[in-house]
T-cell receptor, first 109, second 111 residues
Framework: EDQVTQSPEALRLQEGESSSLNCSYT??????LFWYRQDPGKGPEFLFT???AGEEKEKERLKATLTKKESFLHITAPKPEDSATYLC??????????FGSGTKLNVKP | KAGVTQTPRYLIKTRGQQVTLSCSPI?????VSWYQQTPGQGLQFLFE???????NKGNFPGRFSGRQFSNSRSEMNVSTLELGDSALYLC??????????FGPGTRLTVL
């Protein structure tokens, strides 16, 4: 069964304390893996697309990596404004998208 | 370039009523997908339209329907509303088979 699992469900960090979020997946025919950021009451904001194992993408304090079974979103020296829910999605065969349940990140000053 | 727009942003309905939500994709995007998001279930896929044809469908009852117009704008309709239909409804557009860009959502409350 195709599915996407994110961990942890919630993560509390002190400002400047680096960490990683995990997204593991089991899908048939991975076409792409996507990371989004979602603030409360708003639509998900696109962050990265990864297409193949070994690929990495960076944006400010965020870095996304991809292996054959999982993806990591590394957050370096986070700031309070990085607090949000981070969603992972996988695109499989026939253009089907599967979303994880998200990791709620809280960065304390 | 303007992003995905959804109207209305907020909606309050009572049980048994029907509702229509609208989505305008990013200019040039031909695929529009609809999702339901609730705190307990997360993001659940409703359906996807591409060039006016439904290309994919999730596991929702027939009360949920949609359509896409020739200008790629899409509408979603929910008939005979139930309390459990209260959710944030998100629309996402893409060129075809790649990155989806989301709108701000429509918050539907069913009383």
């Amino acid at each position: 069964e195709d599915q996407v699992t994110q961990s942890p469900e919630a993560l509390r960090l002190q400002e400047g304390e680096s960490s990683s979020l995990n997204c593991s997946y089991t899908v048939s025919g991975l076409r792409g893996l996507f990371w989004y950021r979602q603030d409360p009451g708003k639509g998900p904001e696109f962050l990265f697309t990864l297409y193949s194992a070994g690929e990495e993408k960076e944006k400010e304090r965020l870095k996304a990596t991809l292996t054959k079974k999982e993806s990591f979103l590394h957050i370096t020296a986070p700031k309070p404004e990085d607090s949000a829910t981070y969603l992972c999605a996988v695109q499989a065969d026939f253009n089907k998208f599967y979303f994880g349940s998200g990791t709620k990140l809280n960065v304390k000053p | 370039k303007a992003g995905v727009t959804q109207t209305p942003r907020y909606l309050i309905k009572t049980r048994g009523q029907q509702v229509t939500l609208s989505c305008s994709p990013i200019s040039g995007h031909r695929s529009v997908s609809w999702y339901q998001q609730t705190p307990g279930q997360g993001l659940q896929f409703l359906f996807e339209y591409f060039s006016e044809t439904q290309r994919n469908k999730g596991n929702f009852p027939g009360r949920f329907s949609g359509r896409q117009f020739s200008n790629s704008r899409s509408e979603m309709n929910v008939s005979t509303l139930e309390l459990g239909d209260s959710a944030l409804y998100l629309c996402a557009s893409s060129l075809g088979s790649d990155t989806q860009y989301f709108g701000p959502g429509t918050r539907l409350t069913v009383l």
